[in-house]
């Protein structure tokens, strides 16, 4: 499985794109991340590249997946929330950019249709761009 996540939104205070799967065209989530910030933890989005994701049990979100081998990086994972505050250096996944409000939305319901489509997968490869 290779997803990809289009940043195709920015501003000086977050990254909203599209995470998509060229093999399944109906699929396509929203995401959030933090702005560039020279890949500093908690607070920058990733460099664009691609990476291989696995998937973990966090503590706070549950089953999810964490991205591996970012350099001077760790934890960084797909999980809910609707604004960057939510991200801390991680990608947040939701129905809807609503960029006028710095958001994304329903992003528990997204979340929960990443998962579903990752159902059976304990790894996948994250094409960032």
């Known amino acids: 499985m290779n997803l990809i996540l289009d940043r195709n939104i920015k501003s000086s205070h977050w ?3 599209s995470l998509s799967d060229a093999d399944f065209p109906d699929f396509e989530l929203a995401t959030l991340e933090n702005p560039w910030q020279n890949n500093e933890p908690y607070v920058s989005c990733i460099p664009e590249g691609d990476y291989i994701c696995k998937r973990v049990d966090s503590p706070r979100y549950g089953n999810t997946f964490q991205v591996q081998d970012v350099e001077g990086r ?4 797909f999980h809910w929330g609707n604004y960057e505050r939510n991200t ?7 129905l809807t950019q ?3 409000k710095d958001m994304i939305g329903s992003s528990r319901k ?20």
């Open 74 to 77: 760790t934890h960084i994972l």
């Open 98 to 100: 609503i960029p006028s």
């Open 110 to 129: 997204g979340f929960a249709k990443f998962i579903k489509h990752t159902q059976g997968v304990n790894e996948f490869t994250l094409t960032i761009q």
């Open 15 to 17: 990254n909203m794109g």
């Open 88 to 94: 801390l250096g991680c990608i947040l996944v939701g």
